[in-house]
């Protein structure tokens, strides 16, 4: 049961990484649309989360309203690094939350200890630091890897401010899952859907990406323009 349960997961994720590439790479339209379809199924498993915590309540409207506000920040800061600064930088962001989400799968598997929070009773202290560990040394070498094949062009070099900034980024990561996570304990919910095969609901998966992204460009810039 447990290795036909991997087998789907592995699938699907093997779909959702084709899906995404061909999008990325293929034009700026398929990659708007893409993030379109996108936002707005995370904007829908969101207002499933809400309306089952807080029904029709006034302060339920206004979570709606400001993740709405969210995730077209995130679709204009996703559409618009695309356009200026190129695909490379969108997997980069991309590969360090893929990266936060191993390392905190398989260190805090294979070490275990103390739960990190209440909320999430999966989680534990050595997953996050795993998290963070997975996503400094993955992501490093991968933007050595993209950078030895673009020879005409530094993406970005691995220096103590880009560390740091890894770093942000798989805190922000832990998050948003956490974030998530608390909402649907909230609503009583195992997944938020159940649109993608072995692994339950769009923010299921996404949880981490939605909100470094955003918050990971912000402080790019702070960091490495001032």
Same mark, same amino acid.
């Not at 929070?117 to 996503?135: C, M, Q």
């Given at each position: 049961?447990?290795?036909?349960?991997?087998?789907?997961?592995?699938?699907?994720?093997?779909?959702?990484?084709?899906?995404?590439?061909?999008?990325?790479?293929?034009?700026?339209?398929?990659?708007?649309?893409?993030?379109?379809?996108?936002?707005?199924?995370?904007?829908?498993?969101?207002?499933?989360?809400?309306?089952?915590?807080?029904?029709?309540?006034?302060?339920?409207?206004?979570?709606?309203?400001?993740?709405?506000?969210?995730?077209?920040?995130?679709?204009?800061?996703?559409?618009?690094?695309?356009?200026?600064?190129?695909?490379?930088?969108?997997?980069?962001?991309?590969?360090?939350?893929?990266?936060? *989400?191993?390392?905190?799968?398989?260190?805090?598997?294979?070490?275990?200890?103390?739960?990190?929070?209440?909320?999430?009773?999966?989680?534990?202290?050595?997953?996050?630091?795993?998290?963070?560990?997975?996503?400094?040394?993955?992501?490093?070498?991968?933007?050595?890897?993209?950078?030895?094949?673009?020879?005409?062009?530094?993406?970005?070099?691995?220096?103590?401010?880009?560390?740091?900034?890894?770093?942000?980024?798989?805190?922000?990561?832990?998050?948003? *899952?956490?974030?998530?996570?608390?909402?649907?304990?909230?609503?009583?919910?195992?997944?938020?859907?159940?649109?993608?095969?072995?692994?339950?609901?769009?923010? *299921?998966?996404? *949880?981490?990406?939605?909100?470094?992204?955003?918050?990971?460009?912000?402080?790019?810039?702070?960091?490495?323009?001032?």
């Amino acid at each position: 049961m447990l290795n036909n349960n991997f087998l789907i997961r592995s699938f699907t994720s093997l779909i959702l990484i084709i899906i995404l590439l061909f999008c990325l790479f293929y034009n700026n339209y398929s990659w708007q649309i893409l993030l379109i379809f996108f936002s707005f199924l995370c904007f829908y498993e969101f207002y499933n989360l809400i309306i089952k915590i807080y029904n029709k309540k006034f302060f339920g409207k206004f979570l709606m309203f400001l993740f709405f506000l969210y995730m077209y920040l995130f679709y204009f800061l996703s559409t618009n690094i695309r356009i200026k600064f190129g695909e490379e930088v969108i997997l980069i962001l991309i590969i360090s939350c893929v990266f936060s *989400d191993i390392g905190g799968y398989v260190v805090g598997k294979l070490i275990g200890g103390p739960k990190l929070s209440n909320i999430s009773p999966n989680k534990t202290i050595s997953g996050a630091i795993g998290s963070i560990i997975f996503t400094v040394c993955g992501t490093s070498l991968f933007l050595m890897i993209l950078n030895n094949i673009e020879k005409n062009q530094v993406i970005a070099v691995v220096s103590i401010k880009f560390i740091l900034w890894l770093i942000f980024m798989s805190i922000i990561c832990q998050m948003g *899952d956490l974030f998530i996570s608390y909402l649907k304990r909230k609503a009583n919910l195992k997944d938020t859907g159940n649109i993608l095969p072995g692994h339950g609901g769009i923010l *299921d998966r996404v *949880d981490g990406i939605i909100f470094a992204i955003p918050f990971g460009v912000i402080t790019y810039l702070f960091l490495f323009n001032f």
